[in-house]
């Protein structure tokens, strides 16, 4: 359920299929340089209510859904 609710909102912030996004799939790969994926964890932090800090390590959208899934 987390992984569809992180997918819907990463395909509305940059218009990509949701088809399109796996666990493993990279914000590099999505075409996502360092602001895209600062505001997109403002939209994660605001939507999910948790705190995330850019030195996470969060390379894959898998990676923020254990992240998400860990605070709640």
């Known amino acids: ?3 569809q609710k992180v997918a819907n909102l990463i395909s509305e912030h940059k218009d ?3 088809e399109e996004i796996k666990q493993d799939t ?3 790969s999505l075409g996502f340089d360092s602001l895209d994926v600062v505001e997109l ?3 994660f932090e605001q939507e ?3 705190s995330i800090t ?3 390590g969060l390379k894959t959208v ?3 859904v254990k992240l998400i899934d860990g605070n709640n």
Do not use: A, P, Q, Y
Request: aromatic letters at 14%; glycine letters at 10%.
């Open 26 to 28: 990279t914000f590099e």
């Open 54 to 56: 850019l030195n996470e």
């Open 62 to 64: 898998g990676d923020v």
């Open 16 to 18: 990509i299929k949701v």
């Open 1 to 3: 359920m987390t992984f």
């Open 48 to 50: 999910f209510g948790i």
């Open 41 to 43: 964890i403002m939209v």
